[in-house]
């Protein structure tokens, strides 16, 4: 996976103004990518499932208590059906549908 994300990770080029959504952001791996990456772009995560939620709100807490990492960073526990994404300037989807 590392791999993998790292290359995902790289065909972005944000700014400081950039605003960038991981729709269906599980467990929020594309997500601290991004936010390590780029520190002063908003990063922001949507998942509807409640237990990968979970698990990325546990990063956002290790990370930010611990190591003082992703201020940058908001995850929801959200359907993207019913959020505003008119202040998005990128986004990263990857959805799984049964």
Known sequence: F????????????????SVFYDVGAGDGRVLFEIAKRF?????????LALFPYVI?????????????????????LKDFRMHDFSNATHMYVYLYLE
């Not at 995902?8 to 400081?16: D, G, P, T, V």
């Not at 520190?39 to 998942?47: A, D, Q, W």
């Open 56 to 76: 990325a709100m546990t990063k956002l807490w290790i990370g930010r208590t611990f190591f003082g990492r992703y201020h940058n960073v908001t995850c929801m």
């Open 2 to 17: 590392p791999v993998t994300i790292a290359k995902i990770a790289e065909q972005f080029e944000l700014m400081k103004e």
């Open 39 to 47: 520190p002063e772009t908003k990063v922001v995560g949507i998942e």
